[in-house]
């Protein structure tokens, strides 16, 4: 069994330019999960398990809209960690995306890990760092780029660290 992600990836040079913003800001608060070259930034549709990497091919770009910067709380396994985050504007088209991939994801016998509709929280995360770390540190948003972003799946580990 493997750990998989359906995501929304950013152009290349927008991916590089907020990698070094996380690693500028917040490698040293970081307890390991934090972009970098090797952890892609990305948008989460949804994660799942699954035996090997299923075939969804949705072919259209995407421009999604970024709204804040933001501290969270870490919920479950997650408890006692802030994840440090910016907030994507949840338009229609976003929903309406997640839903399509949970249910061909649902469709194939595939347990879903991710809330839907109302409950579906799209974000990019910068890092995961202990609770009391999260403190005094600097939340900001870079110029966002006007070029579409890419569906797609891919490899993740159990945190949902999207690896590619």
Known sequence: MGYYNA??????AFRDRI???AQDKYSD???GYCLSHNVYPHITLCQ???DEQPMIFIE???NPVFTE????EG???HVGFSWIEWVVKKDNWLVKLQETVRGALESEGINVEAAKGSHYYPHMTFCRTPKEKAGNIPLAMIEQSDKPWIFTVGCSDKNGQFLG
Do not use: M, Q
């Open 69 to 72: 910067a933001s501290i969270r």
């Open 7 to 12: 995501v929304l990836l950013p152009d290349v």
């Open 60 to 62: 259209e770009l995407f």
């Open 19 to 21: 990698v070094d913003y």
């Open 75 to 77: 919920k479950g396994s």
């Open 48 to 50: 799942f398990e699954a």
């Open 29 to 31: 608060i970081s307890d």
